[in-house]
């Protein structure tokens, strides 16, 4: 949770009050749901471990700043209760729990995501389509309307802490350093991402956005180091885990470019949780079995 | 005792003690105990008991337990029987614990019968010498070939082994010759730690070096390693024609075939709640509790009393435990600072998985034996070539119990499977 924070103080400080209210309601709803859950199924409270809050952090650091209260209500019911407590909590998930929130919000409420429409009545001094939108629908020379420096630091219209591409870096190589995320699943995300950008760059440039704008756009700093590599929906042998981030990667600017959805991230994170299990079965043999170098 | 770096992105290692001058190096001896306590693990023959309550035995007597049965325990004081009782051990196995009140100073058995062949004398006499795991003479249906003579130890502070190949030297020579005239070997391998290797190579025999961290000094380990074998069956190293005997154990069998006495001594590390290590030398079947006496440890409510090292020892429940011919370390592990374990679910994290020498799929493994399915552990999830050096519960991040549910799990599957061999029998 410390590693999320510059990104979300930037957010807030970005976005002003509504922003912090999300956030603060997001983490809340998401500790008393989990509470809730507990009593109900008459398990030991688990909201003491604090996963229950970062859920809702992550959650929140998704979402416009506008959000409405219910659908913050909603998302977090979604998170905890779908996504994590029913299959029996830290752990046995087979998904990440904030990315089914966002999957079961886009695809409920279509607009409910739309930063354009979210963030109308701020004004900043910097541009404010969504960076993925405009480049999906004008084409590759909106994407001039924005530096890169800009994406970087954080002026780009999106969710409340999926904005600041620095602080975002700067988190998750902390993560990285302390030991908690492996690097292989956000190299390999990143990696991914980049490469397929760059292709279909070349292919078609007047279509498709250079690589290094997808990478600072959208949710796919966030993705790299806060949400693919969610312990148990993520493999654990070395091979395995390049697998998929890569192939998370390479879905994404598949359905950027080619999909319908203007950020590919949810979704296709949510494809290789899918295919977790099995990616995972690329592992060596285990002392004294199998044949040697057959 | 190791701390994880602030920024980890390379894995501590676990590092074996080192004795710098074994001419030095203290060895504090025990006096004897009011009683000892020897056991045996019951064996199949469930014949009368032969001791008798109140039977005088000498020191270095050997005592048959069952009649018709092979088994046999070696007296190691001068005194009368005073209890036989049983004991169970951990994972369920079971024991016979003979209880002699010591009635003084040592009167050595000189009715021996030493006659026979090599062989037949360490059949007789010398499966129970300290050191000497009973498997490798009790085995002689398959002949031994290989020969790996430990003087380094298995477990971390430990340093019984060390002590026993650097204090001793000479007697390892004359030990090893013996075994030569018992096995027909054909290769003979003295495994030591780096300080040891000159005085070791004064043997004759082939040395090899051995550094490195935690697990690399682990019999398995040493196969792979050093001879290139992989044993897909940690626990059953003797099938495959290797003989693995502790340097005490070599320097015990030279004692005992050259003045005819069985060594009835032990030396056991023992290591304190500051992790500060004492070797002792003291009579096989002393209780645990007169051993902290002597060293003057205190042993308080909470604290952990360990027989073995601290990753592959056993915890034990009482004091009056008393120490066996294969306990190379005693540990007192201060209540307040001992890891807890818990009952969380695994959250594949993949720590285990990359901590574990043998390439188990530790995360998998655990699933599986937390529910009780054995069989399909040791099947489809190599729960049978787990080397059992606790790792993968040392990195846990969870804190699972893991290495437990493993010998359970072990333990469980084995009498699954002589359930169903004795109902095909």
Redesign the interface.
């Known amino acids: 949770m410390l590693a999320a924070l510059p990104a979300v103080i930037f957010g807030i400080f970005q976005y002003g009050i509504p922003a912090l209210a999300v956030v603060a309601f997001s983490v809340s709803c998401a500790m008393l749901w989990e509470l809730l859950m507990n009593l109900v199924m008459k398990r030991p409270v688990t909201i003491g471990d604090g996963n229950a809050a970062l859920i809702g952090l992550l959650f929140s650091m998704l979402m416009p700043a506008t959000l409405p209260w219910w659908v913050v209500l909603i998302g977090t019911f979604a998170a905890i209760i779908i996504g994590k407590l029913i299959y029996?909590?830290?752990?046995?998930n087979p998904f990440n729990p904030t990315l089914v929130a966002v999957a079961i919000l886009l695809l409920s409420w279509k607009g409910i995501l739309r930063f354009d429409e979210a963030l109308v009545n701020y004004d900043f001094d910097f541009y404010m389509l969504f960076p993925l939108g405009a480049v999906k629908h004008f084409g590759a020379e909106a994407a001039a309307d924005y530096s890169l420096a800009g994406l970087i630091m954080g002026r780009q219209v999106g969710g409340i802490g999926s904005t600041f591409g620095l602080g975002l870096i700067v988190g998750g190589i902390y993560l990285?350093?302390?030991?908690h995320v492996?690097w292989e699943i956000p190299v390999s995300f990143l990696a991914g991402i980049f490469v397929t950008a760059l292709v279909f760059n070349m292919i078609d440039s007047a279509k498709y956005a250079q690589p290094l704008f997808h990478i600072f756009t959208g949710y796919t700093l966030i993705g790299a180091f806060f949400l693919a590599p969610e312990?148990?929906?993520?493999?654990?042998?070395f091979i395995p885990m390049l697998i998929y981030g890569a192939g998370a990667g390479i879905l994404t600017i598949l359905v950027r470019n080619l999909g319908a959805f203007t950020d590919g991230v949810v979704f296709t994170i949510l494809l290789m949780n899918v295919a977790n299990p099995l990616i995972d079965k690329i592992?060596?043999?285990?002392?004294?079995?199998g044949v040697?170098h057959a | 005792m190791v701390k994880k770096p602030f920024f980890s992105l390379a894995r501590p290692k676990l590092k074996y003690p080192v004795i710098d001058d074994f001419a030095v190096h203290k060895i504090v001896d025990l006096p004897l105990p009011s009683k000892v306590t020897l056991y045996l693990e019951t064996g199949k023959s469930p014949g009368r008991l032969l001791p008798a309550l109140g039977e005088h035995v000498k020191t270095g007597q050997k005592i048959m337990i069952h009649e018709g049965g092979g088994e046999y325990l070696i007296s190691t004081v001068t005194g009368s029987i005073k209890e036989i009782s049983d004991f169970t051990g951990t994972n369920g196995s079971e024991y016979k614990a003979v209880t002699i009140e010591v009635s003084g100073k040592d009167q050595f058995d000189e009715g021996l019968d030493f006659t026979g062949g090599l062989s037949e004398k360490a059949l007789e006499f010398l499966s129970i010498l300290p050191g000497v795991d009973p498997s490798l003479f009790i085995r002689d249906d398959i002949a031994v070939d290989t020969l790996l003579v430990f003087g380094i130890d298995r477990d971390l502070l430990v340093t019984t082994n060390q002590v026993a190949a650097g204090t001793q030297i000479e007697l390892i020579s004359k030990g090893i010759e013996y075994l030569k005239g018992i096995f027909p070997l054909k290769k003979t391998l003295f495994l030591v730690p780096p300080e040891l290797a000159d005085s070791a190579a004064e043997t004759g025999i082939r040395i090899e070096e051995v550094k490195g961290a935690y697990p690399d000094t682990l019999p398995v380990m040493i196969l792979k390693d050093v001879l290139g074998i992989k044993i897909s069956n940690a626990r059953d190293i003797r099938s495959s024609g290797i003989g693995v005997i502790n340097a005490e154990g070599v320097v015990a069998l030279a004692s005992a075939l050259d003045s005819g006495r069985i060594p009835v001594d032990k030396i056991i590390t023992v290591i304190d709640r500051d992790n500060r290590a004492t070797t002792v030398k003291a009579r096989i079947g002393t209780p645990i509790s007169h051993i902290f006496q002597a060293l003057g440890i205190e042993v308080r409510y909470g604290d952990r009393i360990v027989m073995g090292g601290p990753m592959m020892g056993n915890a034990v429940y009482s004091e009056d435990i008393a120490i066996r011919h294969d306990t190379d370390a005693l540990m007192v592990q201060d209540g307040g600072r001992i890891a807890w374990n818990s009952d969380s679910h695994c959250i594949n994290c993949g720590e285990c998985v990359r901590a574990c020498p043998a390439k188990v799929p530790v995360n998998m493994l655990v699933r599986l034996l937390e529910n009780g399915l054995y069989e399909e552990a040791a099947n489809d999830y190599d729960l049978l070539s787990c080397i059992e050096c606790g790792l993968c519960t040392y990195v846990c991040v969870a804190k699972i119990p893991i290495f437990h549910y493993i010998m359970l799990g072990k333990h469980e599957y084995a009498r699954i499977n002589n359930a169903e061999e004795l109902s095909n029998a």
């Open positions: 029996g909590g830290v752990g046995c990285i350093l302390r030991g492996r312990d148990s929906s993520s493999p654990v042998n592992r060596p043999k285990a002392l004294g079995r040697e």
